[in-house]
């Protein structure tokens, strides 16, 4: 697979992977399959707005939705986030395009949606730089451009860049690894990673946050065998790891689907004498860490979350409030959500609707 390819791939797949907590959302972390009862659980747990600040109502406002395929249960989830906070405010209309992972046709959504002169437009760009051009054009047109997830090239083509945090995620893992290994006592402990796809900047970040941690603990980083965020390659690049490492003290795989993957190959090698952490915060990873009967141990988020907090946002925007908890009178240009980690002790905090 050329490199192009794994970044075609990556991206048909997520744009990543997922962290925090929603920007004043009031929601239990939840995604969605296509059940109507997951469904159901996600409009549950989408808070209802408080008649107070700048969740009062006001005007009418439009809010055009854009957004890949729901292909995978983190992209439904963040459909479905977007849609039930909507529902949420009498005042909002939603106007969602049907996803796509073809990018000359997602473009063609957004103009429609330009043409249909909606009040704010949330775009989650199947490939950011690709779409740049067309969050640019409706930024000239007057609606204001909320960017989520996969970051536009040029900061002129949005009003709101809100993400998760991949150097988070890393760090998060890292220091998890770091307080486990000094309540064990273990000094020199042997840590592996399991990245996805190196050629991504998304795992790049995530790599240096890893190591970063480690390297302020005063720990350092072992085999590290990368994977392509699928079942398959994370059971192949875990069995490398396992042959490379006949003794480990801790790994970190980067992604709970290609996780499946890596906790195939740690059973079928009998091995269970390391800690495992997670990436992405899925609903099997967390049932898997709550009943710990395996070696995974934690769970670092990267939340879908934050399209209901971008719906939010763009409410605010198109009524021109600010953020009730902040003193400045605009919703501020950049959010980057934090990362959770997701233990045994407050998994029962973390509700999710899809499955890795």
């Not at 920007?23 to 008649?51: H, R």
């Not at 996780?259 to 967390?286: H, P």
Request: hydrophobic share 40%.
């Amino acid at each position: 697979m050329s490199k192009d390819e794994q970044i075609s791939r990556a991206l048909g797949r997520r744009g990543f992977l997922f962290g925090g907590a929603a920007i004043g959302a009031g929601v239990v972390l939840s995604g969605c399959t296509n059940s109507s009862e997951e469904d159901d659980d996600v409009a549950a747990n989408v808070a209802a707005p408080a008649a107070s600040g700048s969740e009062a109502p006001g005007a009418p406002v439009t809010i055009g939705f854009s957004a890949p395929a729901a292909d995978h249960g983190w992209m439904a989830a963040i459909t479905t986030y977007a849609r039930e906070q909507a529902e949420a405010y009498p005042e909002v209309t939603f106007n969602a395009t049907e996803g796509t992972n073809d990018v000359n046709l997602q473009i063609s959504q957004v103009e429609t949606l330009i043409n249909d002169k909606v009040d704010v437009l949330v775009i989650l760009p199947h490939d950011g730089k690709a779409l740049t051009e067309i969050g640019r054009k409706a930024t000239q047109a007057g609606i204001p451009v909320i960017n989520l997830d996969r970051e536009f090239s040029d900061a002129l083509a949005y009003r709101l860049f809100i993400a998760g945090n991949n150097y988070g995620m890393g760090v998060a893992a890292g220091n998890f690894i770091a307080e486990q290994m000094k309540a064990k006592g273990v000094s020199n402990p042997v840590i592996g990673e399991i990245p996805g796809i190196d050629s991504l900047p998304l795992t790049q970040e995530r790599s240096q946050g890893f190591k970063d941690a480690l390297t302020a603990a005063g720990l350092k980083l072992g085999p590290r065998v990368p994977a392509e965020f699928t079942v398959e390659s994370g059971e192949r690049a875990a069995s490398n790891l396992l042959q490379a490492a006949p003794k480990l003290d801790a790994v970190w795989n980067h992604d709970d689907d290609q996780g499946i993957g890596v906790l195939q190959a740690i059973k079928n090698a009998g091995r269970d004498e390391f800690i495992m952490v997670g990436g992405a915060g899925s609903g099997t990873a967390v049932k898997d860490i709550a009943a710990d009967n395996t070696v995974l141990k934690a769970t670092v988020t990267y939340s879908p979350s934050m399209s209901a907090s971008a719906i939010r946002l763009a409410r605010n925007i198109g009524q021109g409030k600010g953020m009730s908890d902040l003193v400045e009178h605009e919703v501020p240009s950049r959010i980057i959500l934090t990362s959770e980690t997701i233990t045994k002790e407050n998994a029962a905090d973390y509700k999710f609707g899809f499955a890795s």
